[in-house]
Structure formats: structure tokens, C-alpha cells
Nanobody, 116 residues
Framework: QVQLVESGGGLVQAGGSLRLSCRAS????????MGWYRQSLGKQRELVAR???????NWGDSVKGRFTISRDTAKNTNDLQMNRLKPEDTAVYYC??????????WGQGTQVTVSS
């Protein structure tokens, strides 16, 4: 069973920055992709960003240009740097890992709140 442990959420003012980190319990190169989704109240979970095994990055439409995603294969971590945060970025952010087969793995979620 793979564990994904997130850290780094919190409260920030609009225009500020936060960095989220997700640590996997096994090598992240065993996943087809790894990244972040978010879900705000009353809305469906949506892609924020993810990195494929080959290093390609897929972006959600609302964050491109403000957020960056990176990985450290030695530490088995995937980080999301969030800049120029907006109140509409407020959500629970979930780390996600896609195995080569079977169901996705999810972290427990971390709350990000952006005040106006």
C-alpha cells in the first residue's frame, strides 16, 4: 500500500505564496504520473498540475503561470509552489499518484485558504 503524505497548507493573504510538498512511501518513478488536485466547497475535484514519469507537465487552466511543480526523485517528493494566490485558490489540495495499473493513490488532503 502506497502512502502519500502532504504538508505545507495554511492561511495566506491574496497575492502571497505557499509551498505544498508530498512525500511518497516508494520511488515516485514507479508512478505513471504524480501531482496535485484540489476541491473547493460545492465543486468537483480538479487538476492543478502533475508531472508524468517522462517529465511532461499537465496544468489546470486556472493556475498556469502562477504555480510551479517540481519533483525530487531522491527524496520521493513532489512539490507545488503557489505564487500570486487568489481567494478562488482556496480549497483542499490533494496529492495524487497514478500507478501503471489499478486505482490512483491519494493523500489525505491539506487545506489552503486565501483571504482577500
Amino acid at each position: 500500500q502506497v502512502q502519500l503524505v502532504e504538508s505545507g497548507g495554511g492561511l495566506v493573504q491574496a497575492g502571497g505564496s505557499l509551498r505544498l510538498s508530498c512525500r511518497a512511501s516508494r520511488s515516485i518513478l514507479t508512478f505513471a504520473a504524480m501531482g496535485w488536485y484540489r476541491q473547493s466547497l460545492g465543486k468537483q475535484r480538479e487538476l492543478v498540475a502533475r508531472i508524468t514519469k517522462g517529465g511532461n507537465i499537465n496544468w489546470g487552466d486556472s493556475v498556469k503561470g502562477r504555480f510551479t511543480i517540481s519533483r525530487d526523485t531522491a527524496k520521493n517528493t513532489n512539490d507545488l509552489q503557489m505564487n500570486r494566490l487568489k481567494p478562488e485558490d482556496t480549497a483542499v489540495y490533494y496529492c495524487n499518484a497514478v500507478p501503471n495499473s489499478g486505482a490512483d493513490y491519494w493523500g489525505q488532503g491539506t487545506q489552503v485558504t486565501v483571504s482577500s
